[in-house]
């Protein structure tokens, strides 16, 4: 069965410190991975993707991720954590032969910056 | 700020009314969304609408009854809810077609509770 899973509930990090999401996936051939984001009672935005091409992808507010083919791996990192960055982060994935509409979800990671 | 809007942002409705969640986008996208969020929890797919036309309903009750008047609006009617239907109600849209990793972008959402 296809999985995307995000294996920390919460992370915990200091200002100014870096951060990792984690996020593994078992799904056929080669996916579309996603990452989005949820600050508290708002809807979800779009932070970056990985289609195809370099494995490093860069997004909004000075996110990147990394895609690992051999690990099936896509952590989220960012070099220096903001408070504002507190927030619940879900990553996904789209199997390239499958629906263009849905996406498999991982359980999302509470991220909390602290001061 | 999203493209994709949605009205109202907050609906509390008793078990016998009936309501309808409105949502607009003006990306020009050509595939609309429902999901249902739970606190806390990975959105999960309620219908998708492909050119005006319903593409995907995953096993919704009919209590819910979704319409897509043209491209740009999509609304969902709500008749006979349950309390345990309580959620955040989000849309999103997307380039329905091609090798591109669509990206779905969604609203802000609804904060439905049911009483």
């Known amino acids: 069965a296809q999985s995307v899973a995000q294996p920390e509930d919460q992370v915990n990090v200091a200002e100014g410190n870096p951060l990792t999401v984690k996020c593994t996936y078992s799904?056929?051939?080669?996916?579309?991975l996603f990452w989005y984001v949820q600050y508290p009672n708002r809807g979800l935005q779009f932070l970056l993707k990985y289609i195809t091409g370099d494995n490093l992808v860069k997004g909004s507010y000075g996110f990147e991720a990394e895609f690992n083919k051999s690990q099936t791996s896509f952590h989220l990192k960012k070099p220096s954590a903001l408070v504002s960055d507190s927030a619940l982060y879900f990553c996904?994935?789209?199997?390239?032969?499958?629906?263009?509409?849905?996406?498999?979800w991982g359980a999302g990671t509470k991220l909390i910056i602290k001061p | 700020d999203t493209e994709v809007t949605q009205t109202p942002k907050h609906l509390v409705m008793g078990m016998t009314n009936k309501k309808s969640l409105k949502c607009e986008q003006h990306m020009g996208h050509r595939a609309m969304y429902w999901y249902k969020q739970k606190a806390k929890k990975p959105p999960e797919l309620m219908f998708v609408?492909?050119?005006?036309?319903?593409?995907i309903n995953e096993s919704v009750p009919s209590r819910f009854s979704p319409e897509c008047p043209n491209s740009s609006l999509l609304n969902l009617h709500l008749h006979a809810l349950q309390p345990e239907d309580s959620a955040l109600y989000l849309c999103?849209?997307?380039?329905?077609?091609?090798?591109?990793?669509?990206?779905?972008?969604f609203g802000e959402g609804s904060w439905l509770t049911v009483v």
């Open positions: 609408y492909s050119y005006e036309k319903l593409s």
């Open positions: 999103a849209s997307s380039h329905p077609t091609g090798d591109s990793g669509n990206t779905i972008y």
């Open positions: 799904v056929s051939g080669n996916p579309y």
């Open positions: 996904a994935v789209r199997d390239r032969g499958g629906s263009n509409y849905q996406l498999i």
